[in-house]
């Protein structure tokens, strides 16, 4: 049975510790295809991997299974889960909201705590390694053919830990919203969706700053701001050639405003 694992963790690619995930994987089903999502997530920064999960669910087939290890409560008595999602993917980590961005995006249909320590790797595991000895395993298993109904005891799908995410506003003077993401390129990009601004022309007012929108990076000349909608469907603020994180000193949470020119705001 073959199968997709995608993995997503903040372990970075200094240490060996995607490579122990790898093996785990791979000793218990040789088989498998084993997709990198990122291993670059900042430290314990569950923000950026809900995001980076959301962006990358679409594009995945629906079978897949996600092992998620972005894990400041390892050790705790957060609970490690197993969740079922309505169009056949899985999702396999610690329930601490990491899993956000896909909720969003499509119905969780059942969900178990890993209580069934014959799918872990060891019967005792690493206090500070669950993505070894837990989550890695499970996810083999799963993609073994082991059934979902045997990784461990239901929980109440209503129970699972969801992270906050502050909504845009649609107010007299233009659509309100906040910097939910920075990306490698230091793009700044926020909660503002595409639909909010598509036919209209618009601008963003950040910093003190007046910033025109175009269509792509190349309309501006280089090192000049510009507003545009990116491939994800979220208005960014970028630079061409540059990191508009730099320019404007922007960081997560930060409030932006995106006016439209010319046109009342359908609420």
């Known amino acids: ?15 060996v510790y995607v490579g122990v995930l790898k093996g785990v ?39 897949t299974i996600y092992i998620a290890v972005v894990d400041p409560g390892v050790g705790s008595q957060r609970r490690a889960i197993a969740l079922e999602c309505a169009n056949g993917a899985y999702l396999i980590g610690p329930d601490n ?35 070894r000895d837990i989550f890695a395993p499970v996810g083999a298993y799963l ?22 995410l502050p909504g845009y506003q649609v107010t007299a003077d233009g659509i309100r919203g906040i910097i939910q993401d920075i ?13 909010m601004v598509e036919g209209k022309r618009w601008f963003v007012e950040v910093s003190g700053k007046i910033i025109e929108s175009q269509t792509s990076y190349s309309q501006k000349n280089q090192g000049e701001l510009l507003g545009l909608i990116n491939s994800e469907g979220w208005v960014e603020i970028a630079v061409n050639g540059g990191k508009a994180v730099e320019r404007l000193k922007l960081g997560l949470g930060d409030p932006i405003l995106v006016k439209i020119e010319g046109k009342n705001i359908d609420k």
């Not at 909201?97 to 119905?107: A, D, K, L, S, Y």
């Not at 178990?112 to 320590?117: A, K, Q």
């Not at 993609?143 to 906050?164: C, D, H, Q």
């Open 1 to 15: 049975m073959t199968k997709i694992i995608a993995l997503l963790t903040d372990f970075g690619g200094e240490d």
């Open 25 to 63: 994987i791979k000793g218990i089903n040789p088989n498998v295809t084993i997709i990198d999502l990122t291993h670059e997530i900042p430290p314990q920064n569950l923000g950026k991997a809900s995001f980076c999960l959301g962006s990358a669910f679409p594009y995945l087939p629906a079978d």
């Open 97 to 131: 909201g990491i899993f956000t961005g896909i909720f969003n995006q499509v119905p969780i249909v059942a969900a178990r705590e890993l209580s069934n320590r014959d799918y872990w790797r060891t019967l005792q595991p690493s206090y500070t390694f669950h993505g």
């Open 143 to 164: 993609a073994s053919g082991v059934a979902f109904a045997e990784l461990g005891k239901m929980i109440e799908v209503e129970t699972l830990v969801r992270l906050p």
């Open 183 to 195: 990306d490698h390129f230091g793009n700044l990009i926020s909660n503002i969706p595409a639909q």
